[in-house]
């Protein structure tokens, strides 16, 4: 997706008709992007010879809002374009002892984002699904001298498929919500011979709200990692498997 955006920025809304639930949508923008305090001094690792970020960003898309029936239906779907130079991404070392900076000189990111959402209310029960999606194709167009074979390859640990689902039912009080993450595999080295693999996750929770003349508790109990599925985010750093969570929050109104 787009780069921090601090230069002149031009947007273009467009209904297809008047009173159209259809609503058409472009942006163009120049981005800059200074690295930060961590970027140049973190210790260890920071590189305070690190190059601000400069480029181009485009979006164009579409999005649906519409009620069916008892059912809210709304949908969006951007297709992006950014070109970078001199892109900063954090990469393990050589010897993979601690991260670092650096700044790569030519990156073009591009790809798709779905967001769809249905939500309904039947009598007393309300219920929300979630769908959010995004394919990113971000490679380094340019390698370096030291690293000739990182040229046309993916950036490190970037997944070229995301998809975040989630269902929420909520019902005098209690309310539940499932979730399914899927991360593509993504790759550990520049030259992208060696990759982890995606993982699917699942997470589950359960909640009652309680409420008085001025105030309410919720308790809620959450499930993560509800199949007890093996997977790392990053590199020789596996995640919790089944875990569990109870938490309980009190809320004063006025």
């Known amino acids: 997706p787009p780069r921090s955006t601090l230069f002149p920025y031009t947007t ?3 209904s297809i008709r008047k009173a159209s639930p259809f609503l058409l949508k472009g942006s163009m923008s120049r981005a800059f992007k200074s690295p930060s305090l961590n970027d140049l001094y973190w210790v260890p ?11 181009k960003n485009y979006e164009l898309g579409a999005s649906l809002s519409k009620s069916i ?37 030519h990156v073009v990111s591009r790809g798709l984002e779905f967001d769809g959402n249905l939500a309904s209310t039947i009598k007393q029960v309300s219920w929300n699904y979630e769908l ?6 971000a490679e380094n167009i340019a390698g370096s001298a030291n690293d ?29 919500n499932y979730t399914l993450n899927y991360t593509d595999k993504r790759y550990t080295t520049t030259d992208n011979s060696r990759y982890l693999p995606g993982y699917l996750v699942q ?25 007890n599925k093996y997977y790392q985010v990053i590199a020789w750093q596996p995640m919790p498997g089944r875990n569990f969570s109870f938490s309980l929050q009190y809320r004063f109104n006025k």
Request: net charge positive.
């Open 12 to 14: 273009l809304f467009r």
């Open 45 to 55: 690792g920071g590189n305070p010879g690190l190059t601000e970020e400069r480029g």
């Open 69 to 105: 029936k008892n059912t809210l239906v709304t949908a969006s779907i951007t297709g992006f374009y950014a070109d970078i130079s001199n892109w900063i991404t954090w990469q393990p070392d050589s010897l993979f002892s601690y991260w670092r900076p650096f700044n790569l000189r």
């Open 132 to 137: 959010k999606s995004t394919f990113t194709l």
């Open 148 to 176: 000739e074979f990182s040229e046309r390859r993916q950036l490190v640990y970037m997944p070229g498929i995301v998809v975040n689902q989630s269902l929420r039912i909520t019902w005098m009080g209690f309310s539940g």
């Open 203 to 227: 997470d589950i929770a359960l909640s009652k709200t309680i409420s008085l003349s001025r105030s309410a508790f919720r308790m809620q109990l959450k499930v993560n990692n509800l199949a």
